[in-house]
């Protein structure tokens, strides 16, 4: 009987002592928290399609025309097509194609890219949306960018957009055939408007693709409307040297968190000839919206 004190007394320090932690641990709980962290929702695609079985073999046939006249184990070999070499197979693939036909050789390519956003505060779509709007305002589009976004520093706005090796073109689009002289006409105009002499016409012919006000205006690089999220074509004529004027027709659209871009192009064997803008833009648009269902699938 001498030990039943203590005992209470020990009983009594160990409820005192729970009491105690669970009070601290509930004032602890009831005390507001941080600011609560939202995550961006990832984007709708997780993987890329097999670049170099995108395209189906009558599409390739009908964009390198050259294909048909090789031989049955060279043209399986062309249509196989050469992958483009990425570090990350899982954000980035592609695939090009050649054909040299006797009138003119033809290259095909098709890049996918997946864009990952690292910050949890910015989705895959906003920063794949960024990304285009970058590639859109680099390609100077004639009346500037997509509604809604602005270009980047220190790129031109101006009205007429550029004119990219629009100097070096000649001659009627898709017509084949070059004109070495400007007409009188044209000549004099020329000289009129601007007072230069450089023997050819400053301003562009007015059935120039991309002149503001000629007949062929529509085939100006411009955004496309109904080709995934959005979209874009550029149109390049140029001419190294005295070699033969080469065209390159790309368009570049966005769906969700993937960007791809078709280029299609095209030199001529024969110096005078001019590409067909109209032949290569409508192939390259056609192409972009087959990709476009392949992504979707």
Excluded at 253 to 277: C, G, H, M, W
């Amino acid at each position: 009987m001498a030990y039943v004190p203590g005992v209470a007394l020990l009983a009594a320090l160990a409820v005192g002592c729970s009491a105690g932690s669970d009070g601290s641990a509930t004032d602890a709980d009831s005390k507001p928290g941080g600011p609560t962290v939202t995550t961006a929702p990832p984007g709708k695609y997780r993987t890329l399609p097999a670049p170099c079985r995108a395209v189906p073999a009558s599409t390739l046939k009908d964009l390198l025309p050259g294909v048909a006249e090789l031989p049955r184990q060279q043209q399986e070999k062309a249509l196989r097509g050469s992958p483009t070499i990425t570090y990350d197979t899982d954000r980035k693939v592609g695939c090009s194609w050649k054909a040299d036909a006797p009138d003119s050789s033809r290259n095909l390519s098709i890049d996918f890219e997946r864009v990952v956003s690292y910050d949890p505060l910015v989705s895959d779509d906003d920063r794949a949306r960024s990304l285009y709007v970058k590639k859109e305002n680099a390609a100077e589009l004639p009346g500037g960018t997509t509604p809604g976004t602005a270009p980047e520093k220190g790129a031109p706005t101006s009205a007429g957009g550029r004119e990219k090796g629009q100097e070096k073109e000649t001659g009627k689009a898709g017509d084949g055939k070059g004109s070495a002289d400007p007409s009188p006409s044209a000549s004099d105009s020329a000289s009129t408007s601007s007072g230069t002499s450089s023997g050819t016409s400053s301003d562009t012919s007015s059935d120039t693709p991309g002149t503001p006000g000629g007949s062929n205006e529509d085939l100006r690089p411009r955004v496309v409307d109904g080709l995934g999220d959005a979209a874009f074509l550029d149109d390049l004529l140029t001419r190294a040297g005295s070699t033969a004027q080469h065209r390159t027709v790309s368009v570049v659209f966005r769906t969700s968190n993937v960007i791809v871009t078709v280029r299609y192009n095209e030199q001529p064997a024969l110096v005078t000839k001019v590409p067909d803008s109209k032949e290569l833009q409508d192939k390259a648009q056609a192409l972009a919206r087959k990709l476009a269902e392949v992504i979707s699938e």
